[in-house]
T-cell receptor, first 110, second 116 residues
Framework: SQQGEEDPQALSIQEGENATMNCSYK?????LQWYRQNSGRGLVHLIL?????REKHSGRLRVTLDTSKKSSSLLITASRAADTASYFC??????????FGAGTRLTVKP | GAGVSQSPSNKVTEKGKDVELRCDPI?????LYWYRQSLGQGLEFLIY????????KSGLPSDRFSAERTGGSVSTLTIQRTQQEDSAVYLC??????????????FGNGTRLTVT
Protein backbone atom coordinates (compact mmCIF):
# COMPACT_ATOMS: atom_id res chain seq x y z
CA SER A 1 0.00 0.00 0.00
CA GLN A 2 1.11 3.57 -0.55
CA GLN A 3 1.56 5.88 2.38
CA GLY A 4 1.33 9.20 0.61
CA GLU A 5 -0.57 10.79 -2.20
CA GLU A 6 0.78 13.60 -4.30
CA ASP A 7 -1.19 16.08 -6.29
CA PRO A 8 -1.38 17.11 -8.96
CA GLN A 9 -0.50 13.93 -10.83
CA ALA A 10 0.97 16.04 -13.61
CA LEU A 11 2.03 19.65 -13.83
CA SER A 12 3.23 21.60 -16.88
CA ILE A 13 4.70 25.08 -16.54
CA GLN A 14 6.94 27.52 -18.39
CA GLU A 15 10.56 28.04 -17.45
CA GLY A 16 10.88 30.71 -14.79
CA GLU A 17 7.52 29.94 -13.17
CA ASN A 18 7.15 28.38 -9.76
CA ALA A 19 5.96 24.78 -9.34
CA THR A 20 4.04 23.61 -6.29
CA MET A 21 3.38 19.98 -5.50
CA ASN A 22 1.43 18.65 -2.55
CA CYS A 23 1.62 15.46 -0.55
CA SER A 24 -0.80 13.98 1.96
CA TYR A 25 0.02 11.09 4.25
CA LYS A 26 -1.85 8.85 6.63
CA UNK A 27 0.08 8.02 9.78
CA UNK A 28 2.17 9.94 12.30
CA UNK A 29 5.70 10.63 11.12
CA UNK A 30 9.12 11.59 12.43
CA UNK A 31 10.09 13.12 9.12
CA LEU A 32 8.88 13.49 5.54
CA GLN A 33 11.17 13.31 2.56
CA TRP A 34 10.96 14.48 -1.03
CA TYR A 35 12.67 12.70 -3.89
CA ARG A 36 13.16 13.38 -7.57
CA GLN A 37 13.29 10.84 -10.38
CA ASN A 38 14.57 11.56 -13.85
CA SER A 39 13.26 9.31 -16.58
CA GLY A 40 14.87 5.88 -16.54
CA ARG A 41 16.80 6.50 -13.34
CA GLY A 42 16.53 5.80 -9.65
CA LEU A 43 15.22 8.30 -7.16
CA VAL A 44 17.42 10.99 -5.66
CA HIS A 45 16.80 12.48 -2.24
CA LEU A 46 16.09 16.22 -2.33
CA ILE A 47 15.13 17.38 1.13
CA LEU A 48 13.99 16.09 4.51
CA UNK A 49 11.72 17.95 6.91
CA UNK A 50 11.34 16.80 10.49
CA UNK A 51 7.99 16.55 12.20
CA UNK A 52 8.80 19.48 14.49
CA UNK A 53 9.68 21.75 11.56
CA ARG A 54 7.14 23.75 9.60
CA GLU A 55 9.27 25.02 6.75
CA LYS A 56 12.64 24.26 5.25
CA HIS A 57 14.63 25.73 2.39
CA SER A 58 17.35 24.31 0.17
CA GLY A 59 18.42 26.42 -2.78
CA ARG A 60 15.35 26.88 -4.99
CA LEU A 61 13.39 24.31 -2.97
CA ARG A 62 10.98 25.20 -0.21
CA VAL A 63 9.17 22.51 1.75
CA THR A 64 6.36 23.05 4.23
CA LEU A 65 4.85 20.57 6.63
CA ASP A 66 1.49 20.70 8.39
CA THR A 67 1.26 17.74 10.75
CA SER A 68 -2.27 18.66 11.83
CA LYS A 69 -3.43 18.22 8.26
CA LYS A 70 -0.95 15.45 7.49
CA SER A 71 0.22 17.30 4.43
CA SER A 72 3.37 18.75 2.90
CA SER A 73 4.14 20.89 -0.10
CA LEU A 74 7.22 21.23 -2.28
CA LEU A 75 7.78 24.52 -4.04
CA ILE A 76 10.38 24.88 -6.78
CA THR A 77 11.03 28.53 -7.55
CA ALA A 78 12.25 29.94 -10.86
CA SER A 79 11.92 26.55 -12.54
CA ARG A 80 14.28 25.39 -15.27
CA ALA A 81 13.86 22.87 -18.05
CA ALA A 82 16.28 20.64 -16.14
CA ASP A 83 13.74 20.43 -13.29
CA THR A 84 11.58 18.24 -15.53
CA ALA A 85 11.18 15.01 -13.58
CA SER A 86 8.81 13.11 -11.30
CA TYR A 87 8.69 14.16 -7.66
CA PHE A 88 7.72 11.85 -4.80
CA CYS A 89 7.13 12.28 -1.11
CA UNK A 90 7.97 9.48 1.31
CA UNK A 91 7.31 8.71 4.94
CA UNK A 92 8.04 5.89 7.35
CA UNK A 93 5.34 3.23 7.53
CA UNK A 94 4.71 1.13 10.64
CA UNK A 95 8.05 2.35 12.01
CA UNK A 96 9.71 -0.02 9.59
CA UNK A 97 9.88 0.85 5.97
CA UNK A 98 9.66 3.84 3.67
CA UNK A 99 6.57 4.20 1.52
CA PHE A 100 6.17 6.52 -1.43
CA GLY A 101 3.29 8.31 -3.04
CA ALA A 102 2.34 8.02 -6.70
CA GLY A 103 4.33 11.12 -7.62
CA THR A 104 3.86 14.33 -9.56
CA ARG A 105 5.21 14.47 -13.12
CA LEU A 106 6.57 17.95 -13.66
CA THR A 107 7.28 19.28 -17.15
CA VAL A 108 9.07 22.61 -17.46
CA LYS A 109 8.89 24.01 -20.97
CA PRO A 110 11.83 26.11 -22.18
CA GLY B 1 31.33 1.24 -4.21
CA ALA B 2 30.16 4.78 -4.51
CA GLY B 3 26.48 3.99 -4.75
CA VAL B 4 23.84 1.31 -4.90
CA SER B 5 24.48 -1.05 -7.77
CA GLN B 6 21.85 -3.20 -9.43
CA SER B 7 22.31 -5.92 -12.00
CA PRO B 8 21.38 -6.64 -14.63
CA SER B 9 20.23 -3.21 -15.80
CA ASN B 10 17.92 -4.86 -18.31
CA LYS B 11 16.48 -8.34 -18.42
CA VAL B 12 14.22 -9.86 -21.03
CA THR B 13 12.81 -13.26 -20.20
CA GLU B 14 10.17 -15.62 -21.46
CA LYS B 15 6.98 -16.16 -19.55
CA GLY B 16 7.36 -19.01 -17.11
CA LYS B 17 11.11 -18.63 -16.59
CA ASP B 18 12.70 -17.70 -13.26
CA VAL B 19 14.73 -14.52 -12.88
CA GLU B 20 17.12 -13.28 -10.23
CA LEU B 21 17.80 -9.61 -9.65
CA ARG B 22 20.76 -8.43 -7.64
CA CYS B 23 21.36 -5.40 -5.46
CA ASP B 24 24.67 -4.28 -3.96
CA PRO B 25 23.92 -1.64 -1.34
CA ILE B 26 26.26 1.05 -0.11
CA UNK B 27 28.79 -0.49 2.25
CA UNK B 28 27.67 -0.30 5.86
CA UNK B 29 24.02 0.41 5.11
CA UNK B 30 21.92 -1.85 7.29
CA UNK B 31 18.56 -1.18 5.69
CA LEU B 32 17.75 -2.39 2.18
CA TYR B 33 14.52 -1.95 0.25
CA TRP B 34 13.02 -3.39 -2.92
CA TYR B 35 10.37 -1.50 -4.85
CA ARG B 36 8.59 -2.14 -8.12
CA GLN B 37 7.66 0.63 -10.54
CA SER B 38 5.41 0.11 -13.52
CA LEU B 39 5.67 2.53 -16.43
CA GLY B 40 4.68 6.04 -15.38
CA GLN B 41 3.54 4.87 -11.96
CA GLY B 42 4.66 5.31 -8.38
CA LEU B 43 6.76 2.98 -6.29
CA GLU B 44 5.17 -0.20 -5.01
CA PHE B 45 6.84 -1.45 -1.82
CA LEU B 46 7.93 -5.08 -2.02
CA ILE B 47 10.17 -5.91 0.92
CA TYR B 48 12.49 -4.36 3.48
CA UNK B 49 15.57 -5.82 5.17
CA UNK B 50 17.12 -4.72 8.41
CA UNK B 51 20.45 -6.52 8.33
CA UNK B 52 19.67 -10.00 7.05
CA UNK B 53 16.15 -10.19 8.39
CA UNK B 54 12.99 -9.00 6.70
CA UNK B 55 10.54 -7.60 9.27
CA UNK B 56 8.01 -6.75 6.58
CA LYS B 57 7.30 -9.09 3.66
CA SER B 58 3.76 -7.88 3.18
CA GLY B 59 4.50 -6.16 -0.10
CA LEU B 60 5.53 -9.25 -2.03
CA PRO B 61 2.76 -9.66 -4.65
CA SER B 62 2.62 -13.45 -4.59
CA ASP B 63 4.48 -16.54 -3.45
CA ARG B 64 6.36 -16.46 -6.76
CA PHE B 65 8.37 -13.58 -5.31
CA SER B 66 11.09 -14.10 -2.73
CA ALA B 67 14.10 -12.16 -1.52
CA GLU B 68 17.09 -12.80 0.60
CA ARG B 69 20.01 -10.90 1.94
CA THR B 70 23.26 -12.45 3.10
CA GLY B 71 26.05 -11.04 5.22
CA GLY B 72 24.07 -7.86 5.70
CA SER B 73 25.10 -6.81 2.22
CA VAL B 74 24.04 -8.15 -1.18
CA SER B 75 20.38 -8.91 -1.76
CA THR B 76 18.70 -10.95 -4.47
CA LEU B 77 15.07 -10.73 -5.54
CA THR B 78 13.85 -13.89 -7.23
CA ILE B 79 10.74 -14.14 -9.34
CA GLN B 80 9.68 -17.67 -10.23
CA ARG B 81 7.51 -18.60 -13.20
CA THR B 82 7.46 -15.03 -14.46
CA GLN B 83 4.25 -13.58 -15.84
CA GLN B 84 3.78 -10.66 -18.20
CA GLU B 85 2.36 -8.53 -15.39
CA ASP B 86 5.74 -8.83 -13.65
CA SER B 87 7.21 -6.53 -16.31
CA ALA B 88 8.37 -3.39 -14.52
CA VAL B 89 11.43 -1.62 -13.19
CA TYR B 90 12.65 -3.12 -9.93
CA LEU B 91 14.40 -0.55 -7.74
CA CYS B 92 16.67 -1.21 -4.79
CA UNK B 93 17.57 1.32 -2.13
CA UNK B 94 19.68 1.30 1.01
CA UNK B 95 20.12 3.48 4.05
CA UNK B 96 21.97 3.49 7.38
CA UNK B 97 18.64 3.05 9.16
CA UNK B 98 18.60 3.30 12.88
CA UNK B 99 15.58 2.34 14.92
CA UNK B 100 12.94 5.02 15.12
CA UNK B 101 14.66 7.30 12.61
CA UNK B 102 14.57 7.04 8.84
CA UNK B 103 17.47 8.72 7.04
CA UNK B 104 17.28 9.31 3.29
CA UNK B 105 17.39 6.36 0.93
CA UNK B 106 20.03 5.88 -1.74
CA PHE B 107 18.64 4.28 -4.88
CA GLY B 108 20.15 2.20 -7.61
CA ASN B 109 19.14 2.80 -11.23
CA GLY B 110 16.96 -0.28 -11.26
CA THR B 111 16.55 -3.43 -13.31
CA ARG B 112 14.10 -3.15 -16.18
CA LEU B 113 12.38 -6.53 -16.47
CA THR B 114 10.45 -7.44 -19.59
CA VAL B 115 8.52 -10.69 -19.69
CA THR B 116 7.57 -11.76 -23.20
Amino acid sequence: SQQGEEDPQALSIQEGENATMNCSYKTSINNLQWYRQNSGRGLVHLILIRSNEREKHSGRLRVTLDTSKKSSSLLITASRAADTASYFCATLYNNNDMRFGAGTRLTVKP
Amino acid sequence: GAGVSQSPSNKVTEKGKDVELRCDPISGHTALYWYRQSLGQGLEFLIYFQGNSAPDKSGLPSDRFSAERTGGSVSTLTIQRTQQEDSAVYLCASSPLSQGWNPPLHFGNGTRLTVT
